[in-house]
């Protein structure tokens, strides 16, 4: 349906926005009626508020208010879609900062939104230390299930490094989900689209060895059993006991194959 931020001196309630979006007003009309109904609920307090509204289609609405504090700001880019809101902020340079890098456009979205992130730190971020950030995506497309369309949310709480440490978190997911893609293609007979979803895997988690020990697998059990057994060999040699163990486990008659042809190979 949409996207709604509430901040500053949040208000739940905007949130009833993604409900007026469903029964098909646009942003504007919906976030114009939802503060209407705060400035006469909470008449002064709807001043400290910050919000916007984005519908499935890229149109938005945005307002921060004037008891929202200094620096208190947005940029709104409708071209784009995307809109850039903050409060307690150095200065006007922290979004205009993150906004230059938002416009990248040869780049995907999370490479913009993490250099966006970067750049407004570099240009002062907040008055307040940071300790906390967070991601939330979807796909823009719906699949008619509730739980596959909610979409997704990464945060980091209470550190040092939240930022650099979202962007870890986003890529071991990523990771994480390209794992998953080599499985169901080389399960379902694809094996080049196996291959590149394991080479993107190891490449955004480079010390995760579980990635090539599956990958060796696979090619072997593909019918690549060369190339699968110089991928697994230097794995199963290692002193860790896990590898060899997660074969016996996982791997089935395959995984026992592979494990009695590299241990009576190693005894010779």
Not at 106 to 113: A, K, N, P, T, V
Not at 130 to 137: D, F, H, P, R, T
Not at 195 to 214: G, H, Q
């Amino acid at each position: 349906v949409g996207l709604v931020i509430s901040q500053c001196r949040g208000n739940p309630d905007y949130f009833e926005a993604l409900d007026l979006l469903e029964l098909g007003l646009d942003p504007k009309r919906a976030l114009n009626r939802l503060r209407s109904e705060d400035q006469r609920q909470f008449n002064k307090l709807s001043r400290s508020r910050q919000v916007a509204v984005i519908d499935s289609q890229g149109k938005i609405d945005s307002f921060t208010g004037e008891d929202c504090g200094r620096y208190a700001g947005q940029i709104v880019n409708k071209q784009l879609g995307y809109v850039l809101l903050g409060n307690g902020l150095e200065s006007q340079e922290v979004l205009i900062a993150m906004d230059k890098e938002m416009r990248r456009q040869e780049l995907g979205s999370f490479e913009r939104i993490a250099l966006a992130m970067q750049a407004g730190l570099r240009a002062g971020g907040e008055v307040r230390p940071e300790s906390s950030a967070g991601l939330c995506y979807a796909s823009g497309t719906s699949s008619s299930k509730w739980w596959k369309d909610s979409g997704e949310c990464l945060s980091i709480e209470d550190s040092d490094t939240p930022v650099m440490d979202l962007i870890k978190l986003f890529n071991l997911e990523q990771s994480r989900l390209a794992l998953e893609k080599g499985f169901e293609s080389f399960e379902g007979g694809d094996f080049d689209s196996g291959s590149d979803a394991f080479e993107i895997a190891k490449r955004l988690n480079p010390t995760d060895m579980e990635i090539p020990l599956w990958q060796g697998f696979f090619l072997y059990k593909s019918g690549r059993k060369a190339k699968g057994l110089k991928i697994l060999r230097p794995i199963i040699e290692s002193n860790d006991p896990w590898p060899k163990e997660t074969l016996r486990r996982f791997g089935g008659s395959v995984g026992d194959e592979l494990l009695e042809k590299m241990l009576s190979a190693e005894k010779k």
